[in-house]
C-alpha cells in the first residue's frame, strides 16, 4: 500500500483538486496508474478470500460443478456430442462469469469506496480499472476449469489459435472500463437501480447463447437474440479462440462499436456529473 499510502493529502484538499480536474485527466491519468489500480485489485481479492482454503479457486470449483451438472443435461437436451457440447458450455460460462461480475459489482464502484476518494489523492476511474482487473485475476482463476475440460473432451484443439483470446480480453475489458464507471455514477445517484441491473444480468444469461447453441433458433430469432445481442459478440470474441475457432468479423465489429459508443456514453455523462460524485456518496 505505499504506492496508495504516497497519495495521501488533507481531505479537503483532495476533494478541490478533484473538482478541479477535467474529465478527460480523470479517465487518462487513472489510466497511467496500473501500480495504484492494479494494487487495489490485487488487495480486494486477497480481501475477499482471506482465511479461506481454495482462495479464489472456490469460484472456479463452483464452475466446475456447474458445468459438470449442465453439461449433463444439455448434451442430452441439445443432442450434440459432449465433445462439442461441454467445452461450448465451459468456455461461455468462464466468458460470462467475467461480464456478469463487472456488471453487478459496477453498482457499488463509488458506493463501496465513498471514503477512499476523498481520504487519497486518486482519479475515479481508478476505482474503474480496479474493478476490472480484480475480474480478470478471477478469469485468469478460473481458466483451470477450461483447461481441465480441454484435456479431458478436446485435447487436440488446444493450439496457437488460442492466443487470440488475447485481443478478444483486450475488447472485453475496454468495455468492462466504461460500464464499471457509467453503472458506478448511475447507481451512486440513484441507489434503487442496483436491483435493476441484478434483475437484468439474470435475465441476460437465458437470452444470450451461452447454454444453448446460437444454431437452434430460427432465422427472426437469431437477429433479435444473436446478432443485435451486444453481450453474445463480447462472450464470442473470447469464446470462440477457446473452442478452437477464429471469431467472425462482425463479432469483432459490434464488439468494438460497442466500447466506442459506450465509451462516448460515458464520457459525457462523466463530464456533465463528474464534480458530484463525492457529494452523492
Given at each position: 500500500m505505499n504506492e496508495i499510502a504516497s497519495h495521501r493529502h488533507e481531505p479537503a484538499g483532495n476533494l478541490v483538486r478533484s473538482l478541479a480536474i477535467t474529465a478527460r485527466d480523470d479517465i487518462v491519468g487513472?489510466?497511467?496508474?496500473p501500480h495504484v489500480y492494479g494494487r487495489l485489485g490485487?488487495?480486494?481479492t486477497k480481501r475477499r478470500y482471506r482465511r479461506t482454503v481454495l482462495g479464489?479457486?472456490?469460484?472456479?470449483?463452483s464452475l466446475a460443478i456447474s458445468v459438470t451438472a449442465l453439461g449433463?443435461?444439455?448434451?442430452?437436451?441439445w443432442r450434440q456430442p459432449a465433445a462439442d457440447y461441454i467445452p461450448f458450455l465451459a468456455a461461455g460460462m468462464i466468458v460470462w462469469l467475467l461480464i456478469q461480475s463487472v456488471l453487478t459489482e459496477s453498482c457499488v464502484t463509488f458506493t463501496s469506496n465513498p471514503t477512499?476518494?476523498?481520504?487519497?489523492?486518486?482519479e475515479y476511474s481508478v476505482l474503474a480499472y480496479a474493478l476490472v482487473w480484480r475480474n480478470l485475476l478471477a478469469f485468469m482463476h478460473n481458466m483451470v476449469v477450461y483447461l481441465a475440460v480441454y484435456l479431458a473432451f478436446a485435447p487436440q484443439r488446444l493450439g496457437l489459435i488460442q492466443l487470440l483470446i488475447l485481443p478478444g480480453l483486450a475488447i472485453v475489458a475496454l468495455n468492462a472500463a466504461w460500464i464499471a464507471l457509467l453503472l458506478g455514477m448511475v447507481c451512486l445517484r440513484f441507489r434503487d437501480m442496483q436491483p435493476l441491473i441484478a434483475n437484468l444480468t439474470q435475465i441476460?444469461?437465458?437470452?444470450?447463447?451461452i447454454f444453448w447453441p446460437p444454431d437452434v433458433l430460427q432465422a427472426a430469432s437469431r437477429v433479435v437474440f444473436v446478432?443485435?445481442?451486444?453481450?453474445?459478440?463480447?462472450?464470442?470474441?473470447?469464446?470462440?479462440?477457446?473452442?478452437?475457432?477464429?471469431p467472425a468479423f462482425e463479432n469483432y465489429a459490434a464488439a468494438i462499436t460497442t466500447a466506442l459508443?459506450?465509451?462516448?456514453?460515458?464520457?459525457?455523462?462523466?463530464q456533465r456529473y463528474r464534480k458530484r460524485i463525492a457529494f452523492w456518496s
Open positions: 487513472g489510466l497511467l496508474k490485487w488487495l480486494d479464489p479457486f472456490w469460484s472456479a470449483a449433463s443435461i444439455g448434451v442430452g437436451l477512499l476518494f476523498r481520504q487519497i489523492r486518486l441476460t444469461i437465458f437470452v444470450t447463447p446478432t443485435l445481442n451486444p453481450v453474445y459478440h463480447l462472450i464470442e470474441v473470447v469464446r470462440a479462440p477457446l473452442i478452437g475457432t477464429a459508443i459506450g465509451w462516448t456514453a460515458t464520457y459525457l455523462v462523466f
